[in-house]
């Protein structure tokens, strides 16, 4: 979802993330997911792979 790793060059092998460019629900978010176990988390990325795919069919019309 929102959680990844800024890959930038200059900040390859750091896990550092500027959490000030998200907004308050982002955050919530990202906090919620991390919670959950394994089996949950792979849940949500499926129901949100859904999401983004059938996003991008309308988009393609």
Same mark, same amino acid.
């Given at each position: 979802?929102?959680?990844?790793? $800024? *890959?930038?060059?200059?900040?390859?092998? *750091?896990? *550092?993330?500027?959490?000030?460019?998200? *907004?308050? @629900?982002?955050? /919530?978010?990202?906090?919620?997911?991390?919670?959950?176990?394994?089996?949950?988390?792979?849940? $949500? /990325? /499926?129901?949100?792979? @859904?999401? $983004?795919?059938?996003?991008?069919?309308?988009?393609?019309?």
């Amino acid at each position: 979802m929102l959680d990844y790793v $800024v *890959t930038k060059a200059d900040n390859i092998g *750091t896990d *550092t993330f500027d959490w000030s460019g998200l *907004t308050e @629900v982002e955050r /919530r978010l990202i906090q919620l997911y991390r919670r959950m176990c394994e089996r949950d988390q792979e849940q $949500v /990325r /499926r129901v949100t792979e @859904v999401f $983004v795919l059938s996003g991008e069919d309308r988009f393609d019309k």
